[in-house]
């Protein structure tokens, strides 16, 4: 189930809709088009996101494959499917496009294979689609939060609880490192941003007349991004070996 929203911006209001789909970007495409005329002279600007936006947790040798599709479904196929089915609408009034990536999609950690692949990914078809798009004049832009203050620490831990009763070896195997993984998660958590603070980089994307291709929000996505690069692949790997028992 995708959980999308759209807006658009014409005569001087924003209206907005969001609503639940099962891969029916047709459904949605319909539903939003009621609000905006089909030939009206308008500016559309979308926010195509998950917002149910999933976190699959825990070593990639013990993920049930059913749940590796499920993260790569909701964080990733739902982008494109979404996309293509209001491109033409995009297109007609000259709108933007915005993805909700995350710095999970630049630096990838143990533990958290199946969410990096999704984030890595949707970097990927943000890139693709603002290259395959500026013939039109499409803008694109990519959001890359660090951690914010949202119900998805809850529901990974959740899910990892889930993950573990369904492959008991991922204890056996992995069951040191994975407390101490849990312990960084809660920290992390604790250090979310509030999600207005996402909102403002969106709302730049969408209204400036010179968006950023991509948008780093808060301290630590911006201070790993800048860091990481300058740091040797083998020693980055000791040090989150480090502090995960690896």
Known sequence: MYACTAGAVFAGRTVTTRLSLAVNCESFAYSFSTYVPARSKVTLVFVLATFWNVAVPGPLETVPLEDLRHQLEVNLVAYVAVTQAMLPQIRRAEGRIVFLASIGGRIAFPFGGPYHASKFATEAIGDVFRQELR??????????????????????????????AKSPQTSLLYGAALEKFRKVIEDTAERGIPPEKVAKAIAHALESSRPKTRYLVGLDAKVQ??????????????????????
């Open 135 to 164: 013939p039109w004049g499409i803008e694109v832009a990519i959001i890359e939060p660090g951690s914010i203050d949202t119900p998805i620490w809850g529901r990974g831990q959740e899910k990892a609880e889930e993950i573990e």
């Open 225 to 246: 991004a800048r860091i990481q690069p300058f740091i040797p692949t083998r020693i980055f790997d000791r040090i989150v070996a480090r502090q995960l028992n690896l």
